[in-house]
């Protein structure tokens, strides 16, 4: 599973009364996440981040384990700094 900041604030407002040491990870994590793989292309990183509102995405090897993650920060510093503009074209 995966846990974002949005993820957190909800359930802290969800159950802001409570004691929240109480309340396990797995019930306000992700458990569908989306991954992708090592030689998946910056673009398609990109527009699947933009479509579906999320800010990273875990990168997992052919036996689903995690190897990495890509977040919004590690895009645009690779627009600005590594990847020719042409390629967005």
Do not use: F
């Amino acid at each position: 599973g995966i846990i974002s900041d949005r993820d957190i604030l909800r359930a802290d407002n969800k159950h802001r009364s409570e004691n929240k040491s109480e309340h396990p990870l797995s019930n306000i994590m992700q458990s569908r996440v989306l991954a992708a793989q090592p030689d998946t292309s910056i673009r398609h990183l990109a527009k699947a981040m933009y479509e579906r509102h999320i800010g990273a995405l875990p990168i997992i090897d052919n036996n689903n384990h995690v190897v990495g993650i890509v977040t919004r920060s590690d895009i645009l510093g690779a627009v600005l700094n590594e990847v020719p503009i042409e390629i967005w074209t």
